[in-house]
């Protein structure tokens, strides 16, 4: 490894640096949305349960303490849940708006170091290039292999680490998309229900308590 990082000459550490980076965004969003992405359906359940009881206080206290974009959407639903039913729709919409570029952070940078790797490869093949044809004039009119090869070895080590770290990139930020797509389509039953939770579901119930007593 250290033989190719030498024969590619320093084009090779800014692709070196590429990958650390790479590396280091892919594993923090791979953390980040995995604590961002709960079981919607069972976590309002609860939250319905705990409000139905009167017990507003702790069912926003739970939403504090659960990580991911629901939570929070749920918590400032609670918090305005006073508001007309239009204005409420606007507000936990706003909520779940808000959430989307903590998704979405980092995405950008890993797609950038997806489309430049490639691109410092290719830098590294043009220069190991010019490297052959000077040494080709140079051992004019007979060049033997072995005053070219340090060309062809950078532009061919160059060329091959610009897409190994291309690659794996390109694939991990297709693969983040795709999680922060499910967890967007998760705020956004979460929304729906719980505006017709609390706009619907709640004012019938208080009906039905109307009734009892």
């Not at 739970?62 to 204005?87: F, N, Y």
């Not at 019938?204 to 009892?212: A, K, P, R, S, Y």
């Amino acid at each position: 490894m250290w033989e190719l990082m030498v024969k590619g000459g320093w084009i090779m550490w800014p692709i070196l640096a590429c990958s650390i980076g790479a590396c280091v965004l892919f594993l923090e969003r791979v953390f980040h949305l995995h604590r961002a992405q709960i079981k919607q359906e069972d976590f309002l359940s609860g939250i319905y349960t705990i409000v139905n009881r009167g017990n507003t206080a702790e069912a926003v206290s739970i939403c504090d303490q659960t990580p991911g974009p629901v939570a929070h959407m749920v918590r400032t639903g609670l918090l305005h849940a006073d508001e007309p039913p239009k204005a409420l729709k606007e507000t936990i919409a706003k909520a779940g708006l808000s959430e989307i570029p903590r998704l979405e952070k980092n995405l950008g940078g890993l797609l950038t170091i997806a489309q430049i790797a490639p691109m410092l490869g290719l830098l590294g093949t043009v220069i190991g290039l010019v490297r052959v044809f000077m040494a080709m004039e140079q051992n004019a009119p007979i060049a033997e292999i072995g005053d070219l090869s340090a060309g062809i070895w950078q532009a061919l080590a160059t060329t091959a680490a610009g897409l190994c770290v291309s690659i794996p990139a390109f694939a991990g930020y297709n693969f983040l998309l795709s999680r922060v797509e499910r967890i967007t389509l998760n705020m956004e039953f979460a929304a729906e229900e719980l505006y017709r939770y609390l706009v619907y579901d709640r004012a019938l119930e208080g009906d039905e308590v109307d009734e009892t007593l």
